[in-house]
């Protein structure tokens, strides 16, 4: 309960470390957008102030423009073009030229498929001249032109002179050469106006024409703001490619986490098309790239970057954007991309416009599965709304820039940037929220292990004990059948002569044979004398089977090594010296001074009984006068208690036998007294079962010495 009891708190911890993190990442995003709201007004409000002059009838005057001070400037405006007409600065010169040639004034920057000449509409083939006159209020000693890369090849020149070309100008789709290639010019001007001419032909593209600006300024005005524009793309597209590579790398190590693939591979596609838009990072960089080959790589990271995006939502939100869709889309955008490789130009440039109406269908759709997940509440689907939302509108943007139905464009590298952002994000907490779930589960799986562990002991220790019980049980058992068998046996054998010999007498008693009174009165003696023997034989039998069965109680007590002495010092001596033998007794301590008192835990009357069964023993096997001597000896560890007499002595055969039940080798020592022959089996028995142990010791003709040993009780016992 205690652990549930934790687990719920670090539950609750965790929701409010996620809490607190929404409510901070929204403050982070309210002060970024505050902040780029505040410098897009400002950005407005300075170009309000510095609002340029544009071009009137193919010349701008930029004599009160303060050139110097502003920096740079855009030609926009009305220049004169010249359709289907390739002129050098000196056929404009002309005065040929001048009297008997009109041109048509197109609004640049502007493509000149929409531009009428002589009522008709030019479409994108073909080529034209395109001619500005600046007027400049002094020399300038070192001024920039900045040119964009043209659809599909220019030439320019700047005052007569040719300062920048790309690919090659003709008349027709033979003799022309597409390439992209941008430029920023750098030249002396003397002063006077400043003349541009620019021949620009199309014959690979479905839109033609100089449809990006051209700028003028100081070179290093223009060099260090070229500079940055590439810096700021440069890093948008890392970061583009680096995200896309992170969460590619991602899946090598969670094969199933199929949204990290499909986030990686749109960012990657997006990332390279980026090369290509814009500023034209590649075009600068690699410009010998063949032109169709680029065109071919930024349609095809196009036509396959919109269904890996759809992709990528079904996979976070596999309920809301159907699969149907996703299949749909990206059967269109396989088809689409095979299409970029097997049409020829120009014609594989109209593929776009019909791409861009799947795309904005697709935005619908996307948002629409987006907004269902906002309204079910799904984890992150606020921000990858948000981020969808940011990189729909600066697509649509793009698409009406291409189509040059407005003037501001090339943004979606940026809100691509907001989309990754949010999408980062929600990947992010979705990997922070999976790695809490795992430390959770790491740490329940910890807890859960130590108490099995623990239980494991419990169980263990409970196996043991009932184990060691067993065992202690299948040795009473054993040994319970061992007396069984061994009191069957001695019954059947020791108990059956004395039974012969009381049925002949009872028998000659019954039959007459005996018929003297004294003879009578003989026989019923040997009678009694047979049953009390037997008697006590069935009493020592049944004694020395509970004792090796261990069913015998014992009243085990602590009894001082003095007290114990003093208790069997005198305990034999009156009954011994009634037999005629002499009795003596010897006390050994070996022990240290410090530790004299010494303690053994015995019940006395068995003690008692080993002692006599010993002395008896000894007895019957001393001759009269003899001497029989009890010596205690009292060690660091025992108390042993030796019982010596002077008699024969017993033979070495009949050393190892003589603790064994019913030993009576027919010899002096064991044939005399007629005793049952358990008295040293039983004896052997109490002390095995006090922890100690008996032997005996004797040479033949110098006595015998039998003795035994118990153990000292220990300090804490």
């Known amino acids: 309960m205690e652990a549930h009891l934790n687990n719920r708190k670090k539950v609750v911890s965790i929701s409010r470390n996620y809490s ?7 403050v982070f995003i309210s002060i970024v957008l505050l902040a780029a709201g505040i410098a897009g007004i400002g950005y407005c409000l300075s170009s309000a102030e510095k609002s340029a002059p544009r071009a009137v009838q193919g010349i701008i005057d930029l004599e009160r423009y303060g050139l110097e001070s502003h920096g740079t400037v855009r030609l926009d405006g009305e220049w004169k073009m010249y ?9 404009l010169a002309s005065p040929e030229h001048a009297a008997g040639e009109q041109a ?10 929409r531009v009428l000449v002589d009522g008709v509409q030019s479409g994108g083939s073909g080529y034209a001249t395109f001619h500005l006159k600046v007027m400049l209020n002094g020399p300038a000693s070192d001024l920039g032109l900045k040119l964009p890369y043209i659809r599909t090849a220019y030439k320019a020149w700047v005052n007569g002179e040719p300062v920048a070309s790309s690919g090659t100008v003709g008349e027709d789709i033979l003799t022309s050469k597409p390439l992209y290639t941008p430029n920023l010019i750098r030249f002396r001007h003397a002063g006077g106006p400043l003349d541009i001419v620019i021949q620009v032909s199309n014959y690979h593209h479905r839109l033609g024409g100089i449809w990006k600006p051209v700028e003028l300024g100081s070179w290093s005005t223009l060099d260090s703001k ?4 590439l810096a700021i793309e440069t890093f948008v597209i890392g970061s583009l490619l680096s995200m896309g590579l992170y969460h590619i790398g991602l899946i090598a190590l969670r094969r199933k986490e199929k949204g990290s693939l499909y986030f990686g591979l749109f960012c990657l596609l997006i990332g390279i098309r980026a090369f290509f838009t814009g500023e ?13 080959t680029e065109l071919r790589i930024e349609y095809v990271c196009f036509y396959m970057g919109v269904p890996v995006m759809i992709m990528f939502m ?5 309920q809301e954007v159907r699969p149907g869709i996703v299949r749909t889309i990206l059967a269109l955008g396989v088809a689409f991309s095979a299409s970029a490789f097997l049409i020829p130009p120009p014609w594989v440039t109209y593929t776009t416009p019909v791409f861009q109406f799947i795309t904005l269908l697709t935005s619908g759709c996307l948002l629409f599965g987006l907004g269902r997940a906002l309204t079910r509440k799904r984890d992150g689907a606020l921000f990858a709304a948000i981020g969808a939302g940011a990189y729909v509108a600066t697509v649509i943007l793009d698409i009406m820039y291409y189509n040059q139905w407005i003037k501001l464009g090339e943004v979606s590298a940026y809100g691509l940037l907001v989309c990754v952002f949010m999408t980062s994000f929600i990947l992010s907490a979705k990997s922070a929220k999976a790695y809490v779930e795992v430390e959770t589960l790491s740490r329940q799986m910890r807890e859960m292990n130590t108490g099995l562990e623990h239980k494991i002991r419990e169980r263990t220790a ?8 067993l065992e202690r049980m299948n040795d009473d058992l054993a040994r319970m059948e061992t007396s069984r068998r061994h009191l069957l046996s001695n019954i059947s054998h020791d108990l059956g002569t004395p039974m012969t010999l009381i049925q002949g007498y009872v028998e000659a008693l019954i039959d007459g044979v005996v018929s003297q009174p004294d003879q009578q009165q003989k026989y019923l003696k040997l009678i009694h004398n047979r049953i009390t023997g037997l008697n006590r034989l069935i009493a020592d039998l049944f004694q020395l089977s509970k004792l090796e069965a261990r069913q015998m109680d014992f009243d085990i007590q602590p009894v001082s090594t003095d007290d114990f002495i003093r208790y069997f010092d005198e305990r034999y001596e009156l009954e011994l010296a009634g037999a005629g033998l002499k009795f003596e007794t010897v006390v050994y301590s070996l022990r240290p001074e410090a530790h004299r008192q010494a303690v053994v835990k015995i019940d006395v009357d068995r003690i008692d009984q080993v002692l006599t069964n010993v002395i008896y023993n000894a007895v019957k096997h001393t001759p009269r006068g003899g001497l029989i001597q009890l010596h205690f000896i009292v060690d660091e560890h025992s108390l042993v208690m030796q019982v010596q007499d002077n008699g024969p002595g017993i033979d070495p055969e009949d050393l190892p036998h003589i603790f064994d039940r019913f030993y009576k080798k027919d010899k002096s020592r064991n044939t005399a007294g007629g005793g049952s022959g358990l008295g040293l089996a039983i004896a052997k028995e109490i002390v095995d079962y006090h922890g100690g142990r008996i032997w005996a010791q004797s040479h033949v003709g110098q006595g015998a010495c039998i003795a035994f040993m118990l153990p000292l009780a220990k300090g804490g016992e």
Do not use: C
């Open 314 to 318: 079904h996979a976070l939100y596999p």
């Open 83 to 91: 359709w289907m007409r390739l002129l050098t600065p000196e056929e």
């Open 20 to 26: 607190y993190y929404y409510k901070w990442f929204w």
């Open 280 to 292: 034209g990072v590649m075009y600068y960089f690699i410009p010998e790239v063949p032109w169709l």
């Open 104 to 113: 048509t004034l197109i609004a640049l920057p502007e493509v000149w498929n």
């Open 226 to 229: 070229l500079r940055r524009e």
């Open 462 to 469: 409970e196996l043991e004990r009932i184990n060691r019980s």
